[in-house]
């Protein structure tokens, strides 16, 4: 799949300058949305997983010219999310919260080719972190294409 790098580095500018209120919104509608991730962050300390987020965020855009960067960078970060207690089920959740903040974050500007653009990046960054992560094949399967 090829993501439309210059729309996603383009819409997530304007992002970048609004850091809490786009983690504010983000984890408002995760918890709200999917309550069921709420007891993953139970011993978290929000302030720091919600700037430490928005850090990968950046990375990510950053990177998209980037792919050995992106893929060894999501790779690890899948796999350290198994140790969080992460699912392969919780990634779409994660990924309406993250599109639906963005969309309030960025207002009229948000399009539908926009939207597509960021559900693309989403879908491949998923499919990064999930690559790396050791669930049993069966679970796997249903969340990943693998080559
Ligand atoms: C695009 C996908 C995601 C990105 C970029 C992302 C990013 C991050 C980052 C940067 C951290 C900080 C710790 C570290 O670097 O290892 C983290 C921790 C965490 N993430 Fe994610 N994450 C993603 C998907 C998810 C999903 C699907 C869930 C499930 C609800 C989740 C739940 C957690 C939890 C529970 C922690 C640990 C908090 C703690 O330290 O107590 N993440 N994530």
Not at 24 to 33: G, P, R, S
Not at 73 to 99: C, N
Request: overall charge negative.
């Amino acid at each position: 799949m090829s993501l439309n790098i210059e729309l996603l580095e383009s819409s997530f500018a304007p992002i970048k300058t609004q850091e809490t209120e786009f983690t504010t919104h983000f984890y408002q509608i995760l918890f709200a949305d999917s309550p069921t991730v709420k007891p993953l962050f139970a011993n978290t300390h929000m302030e720091k997983q919600a700037r430490q987020l928005f850090k990968s965020l950046v990375l990510v855009v950053d990177n998209l010219r980037c792919p050995d960067i992106l893929s060894r960078t999501l790779k690890r970060l899948g796999t350290r999310h198994i140790q969080y207690g992460v699912l392969p089920e919780h990634y779409p959740m994660v990924g309406s919260a993250l599109l639906k903040a963005l969309s309030i974050c960025l207002e009229h500007s948000w399009t539908p080719t926009t939207e597509q653009a960021w559900s693309e990046a989403y879908a491949a960054v998923s499919q990064l972190m999930l690559s790396s992560a050791d669930y049993p094949t069966e679970i796997l399967t249903l969340y990943v294409q693998r080559d």
